[in-house]
């Protein structure tokens, strides 16, 4: 069977157009992958600005000035060579992550404490309550109604402990792993 000039130019132009759309479905396809993944990876990278912890000395013990952005300040006397603040967090699982559902936490305590474990032993801890009352405490609920929380993926503490020193400051921030505090530089240039 013979095809004419004008078929196989019609068949041409047809295999021409499937091989243009199948290409340009391809890089749609390859640009919403792409897309998706970089969106994935910023969420599970987030950090929530939680506040600043900064210090000054005193004969015995240090200051603790703390600043949230929605809370009132709160200061605290600490004892010791460094801090450690405590927080209770709920992961959420995977996919609820992906719908945008951050990490949840609480901020429990912060304490002064020793390096060296014998001055721990023998001095009383200074420690001071962060925890906000609450009529419904989901971490709470998660641990004793797991079944009630399916979105939820872990409940912990997290903590972070470093340094105390006059005049020093720290940006503390909340991942999905847990707390994490930096060191606030004066001059970041040096």
Known sequence: MAFSNRTGQVLFKSVFKVGIGSIGGAIVAFSVLLGGNFWT??????????????FTQRQDSYLATMSFPDQPTRQFDLKGDEWQLDTRILKWKPWA????????????????????PEQARNTLPSVADLRDAKWLDIWGLARDYPSLLFMVDAEYGSSVFLPILDGVSYRITMSDSGVLARRIEDNPTQ
């Open 41 to 54: 990876y910023a969420r599970l990278t987030h950090e929530a600005e939680v506040g600043t912890i900064s």
């Open 97 to 116: 992550t992906l719908l945008g559902k951050d990490t949840y936490y609480q901020l429990d305590r912060v304490s002064g404490r020793y390096r060296d």
